[in-house]
């Protein structure tokens, strides 16, 4: 297996916007705050590589780790009709001491 590489597979400007769909704002990630991560919505076809590039480019930090989940969409019912939340993927990035996002403003 082959080491990766950050000047080979370096996102291209379109794919770093669309890679940070939106901030994970719950008493959960609130709490993780604490320790310097952040939890975003990713595309399910986001690797980890593509995702610390991008917070990296757009809020100007240093991300220390990225750990990625992909979250199954739950089966719920509305009006008496059964539908499907869809799948997606979670990353929580670990900042650097002293680095932070602030989840409220925008880019």
């Known amino acids: 297996m082959t080491r990766y590489s950050p000047a080979k597979f370096q996102p291209s400007k379109e794919r770093i916007y669309e890679l940070i769909r939106r901030p994970l704002v719950t008493e959960k990630t609130t709490l993780m705050s604490e320790h310097n991560q952040v939890a975003f919505e990713v595309p399910l076809d986001a690797n980890k590589h593509e ?40 990353a929580v990035v670990t900042l650097k001491e002293g680095d932070s996002i602030d989840v409220t403003t925008g880019v």
Request: no cysteine; glycine share 8%; aromatic share 8%.
């Open 51 to 90: 995702i610390k590039t991008a917070i990296e480019e757009l809020f100007k930090v240093k991300v220390t780790a990225v750990n990625t989940l992909r979250q199954k969409g739950k089966t719920k019912r509305f009006r008496g009709e059964s539908g499907r939340r869809s799948d997606f993927k979670k």
